[in-house]
């Protein structure tokens, strides 16, 4: 048998462990391998494999939540400020791959053309907001926003002073009738 330490010893003689167990033990540790098994390395691997898939997966939760969040406040935004469409004027716009109407009266069509208004579309709906509720819309979901003459974005206007310089070396002649 393999040679007991002193602390076995004086478990043993105290009757607190078994000659057996001491030297069961003392075989085992004589066996221990110096470091981490091939198997405990696999088992740690797919540990943090596991953990870095939920942390993923819990991000993407978050996200998807975030994101539904925010389309119901632009929906509540909608409802809460959308005016009322009054007149017999047609409104033509693009929308989703196909031209859609809206009726309107001629203060409307004054304002959608000077981007004081803008329309929305929200389920299979589409909604007249003053501007400063289309922005809030904006904020929230950019998908929303259908039509909006008000302020050109940073790329639009960018192509457009390109292209102003470009057609300001064509003269127009005074008497051209369109």
């Known amino acids: ?18 000659k ?11 066996k221990a391998p110096s470091g981490p098994s091939e198997a405990k390395r696999d088992a740690e691997r797919v540990r943090e494999e596991k953990i870095e898939r939920d942390r993923l997966l819990a991000a993407e ?15 509540q935004i909608i409802n809460d400020r959308k005016l009322p469409r009054k007149g017999e004027r047609e409104y033509r716009f693009s929308a989703h791959g196909a031209i859609r109407t809206l009726l309107i009266d001629d203060d409307q069509a004054r304002q959608l053309a000077s981007g004081a208004l803008v329309i929305v579309a929200v389920d299979d709906r589409f909604e007249l907001l003053p501007r400063a509720a289309g922005d809030q819309v904006r904020q929230r979901d950019v ?25 300001a070396q064509f003269k127009v002649p005074d008497d051209l009738l369109w």
């Open 20 to 30: 057996s167990k001491v030297a069961a033990v003392a075989r085992e540790q004589g």
């Open 1 to 18: 048998m393999a040679k007991m330490n002193a602390l076995q010893e004086q478990l043993h003689k105290a009757g607190l462990a078994k």
């Open 61 to 75: 939760r978050k996200a998807q939540a975030l994101a539904h969040e925010l389309r119901a406040q632009a929906r």
């Open 143 to 167: 998908a929303m926003i259908v039509v909006n003459h008000g302020q050109p974005t940073d790329a639009v206007a960018s192509a457009s002073a390109e292209d102003d310089a470009y057609y």
